[in-house]
């Protein structure tokens, strides 16, 4: 079993920055593909990026390319999304997950977090 705890959240103004983190309790953190995902009321769950085990390799999706970063250390159980030049539409909940194998499909996470909201204002 992993449990994640993510925080970090919070309202940020457009163009501005916040990191979030995600803590994961055990000791096989360092086995698991790294996801983070957002989701706004009434649409699905959106693959945001992930980053491999080692930490080597990172994906995102082409919204946030260039603006966010993930990164992970395995010694502290943690994993960081870096969000720079805010804009309204990164507003929502956003979740950190764990997979066997690296994936973008939300239905193929084992664990999830709890959620952390992240606000965008004028």
């Known amino acids: 079993q992993v449990q994640l705890v993510e925080s970090g959240g919070g309202l940020v103004q457009a163009g501005g920055s916040l990191r979030l983190s995600c803590t994961a309790s055990g000791r096989t953190f360092s086995s698991y593909y790294m996801g983070w995902f957002r989701q706004t009321p009434g649409k699905a769950r959106e693959f945001v990026g992930g980053?491999?085990?080692?930490?080597?390799?990172?994906s995102y999706v082409d919204s946030v390319k260039g603006r966010f970063t993930i990164s992970r250390d395995n010694a502290q159980n943690t994993v960081y999304l870096q969000m720079n030049s805010l804009k309204f539409e990164d507003a929502g909940v956003y979740y950190c997950a764990a997979a066997g194998y690296k994936t973008s499909r939300s239905w193929q996470y084992d664990y999830w977090g709890q959620g952390t909201q992240v606000t965008v204002s004028s």
């Open positions: 980053i491999t085990r080692s930490g080597t390799n990172t």
